[in-house]
């Protein structure tokens, strides 16, 4: 069990072992690539294509060990403790490769290409303007102009909607957290419509961000905040009080705290739910701890996303296929699932009414062809 979430979920051999739910789906294997898909937590750093990065070294004579070794700097391997200092080490690696402008619009771009790729209709791609900025003290305006810029690129390229979220740490300072929402908020029309809290939750109390949150969602910026993954249950609560967050980043420990519990189901908060992240980060022990069936059961507004696929190497449609044929999350569940995604985007209630239609309709269409075969 504890090696199903290295590459790709499934370790050879377990197939067999897999339920086979609601009739033939489970035989049917393109299916969670087929369906239309909708992604709320993506982050662009934990996006690049290891291809690229090797290319990018080679290009600008980074000093890089062997491939291999590379691979362990950036990508979670079977052998590594699942912890999420671990975890939040392979950005310190990868914040090395933003050196210029043009790497920042590419990678952007390969982000939706990827994307769409794996049959993403919409993409909220969540971005850390202090991380991209670090490696040649880019201005944090200039960096944000260049992921807005490859991020159009990429939508017209590739047709898929796409969104972007600017990304805070909590254990980086108030100061660059406070420039960031100001710049974000100057560029809500050119496709910014929200703002995150990431990074360390385990040493660093989201109360430090309290104000410049509230005040960001004043000003016209949709809130979600990591919170319930590496700390306590009790901040999912602090995160939709006091920082006014719409959507919570994973927030699987939302039973250890019943204000909590009891506050987001009468907000309707969405949860933004990583399942490989949060084994492969030590969040949850094992994949049969993982509350996203029990989440689901309760009547959350449970969302199914990847957080850093290229660190934990699988595609949403891996995260769906997961699900379904490890925690037994059947093919009308997946669909409410993708639907509350459409219904929680960071959208106007009319683009949010179209995604969602378009998005059920696609789904069925989907279905109806794998039921025929
Ligand atoms: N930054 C990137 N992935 C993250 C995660 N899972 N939690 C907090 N911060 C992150
Ligand atoms: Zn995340």
Not at 30 to 49: C, T, W
Not at 65 to 80: D, F, H, S, W
Not at 86 to 99: A, I, Q
Not at 327 to 352: P, V, W
Request: negative net charge.
């Amino acid at each position: 069990m504890e090696n199903q979430l290295i590459k790709g979920n499934v370790v050879a051999g377990d197939e067999n072992k897999m339920k086979p739910l609601e009739g033939q789906m489970s035989a049917l294997p393109d299916l969670f690539q087929a369906i239309p898909k909708v992604e709320l937590h993506r982050h662009l750093e934990g996006s690049l294509r290891f291809e690229t990065l090797r290319e990018l070294a080679r290009i600008h004579g980074l000093n890089l060990p062997p491939t291999a070794q590379l691979r362990e700097m950036v990508q979670i391997g079977p052998n590594e403790p699942m912890t999420f200092v671990n975890f939040l080490s392979k950005f310190s690696t990868l914040r090395l490769f933003y050196r210029t402008p043009e790497i920042i619009s590419r990678i952007t771009q390969e982000a939706i290409a990827d994307a769409a790729q794996d049959n993403v209709r919409y993409l909220e791609l969540r971005f850390t303007p202090v991380a991209l900025s670090k490696s040649q003290d880019f201005p944090l305006a200039e960096v944000m102009d260049w992921v807005i810029e490859g991020a159009k690129i990429g939508e017209k390229k590739y047709g898929v909607t796409t969104r972007l979220i600017a990304s805070v740490n909590r254990h980086e300072s108030l100061a660059l957290a406070a420039q960031v929402a100001y710049l974000a908020q100057e560029r809500i029309s050119q496709g910014i419509v929200g703002l995150d809290l990431a990074g360390n939750e385990a040493d660093f109390h989201a109360e430090t961000f309290a104000k410049l949150f509230q005040s960001a969602h004043e000003k016209g910026l949709h809130i979600t905040v990591h919170a319930g993954e590496w700390g306590p249950g009790d901040n999912i609560y602090h995160a939709i009080e006091h920082l006014r967050a719409e959507r919570i980043g994973h927030g699987i420990r939302v039973f250890e705290s019943q204000p909590a519990l009891d506050l987001a189901k009468r907000s309707g908060t969405a949860f933004e739910v990583c399942v490989t992240s949060n084994y492969q980060s030590g969040a949850v022990s094992s994949l049969s701890a993982h509350p996203l069936p029990k989440m689901i059961e309760e009547d959350l507004a449970v969302t199914i996303n990847t957080d850093d696929p290229s660190i934990s190497q699988i595609t949403l449609s891996d995260e769906y296929r997961l699900v379904h044929q490890q925690m037994g999350i059947g093919t009308s569940e997946l669909r409410r699932r993708i639907l509350a995604a459409a219904r929680s985007a960071f959208l106007d209630s009319t683009e949010n009414m179209q995604l969602v239609k378009r998005i059920g309709q696609e789904f069925d269409t989907v279905l109806a062809a794998h039921s025929k075969v």
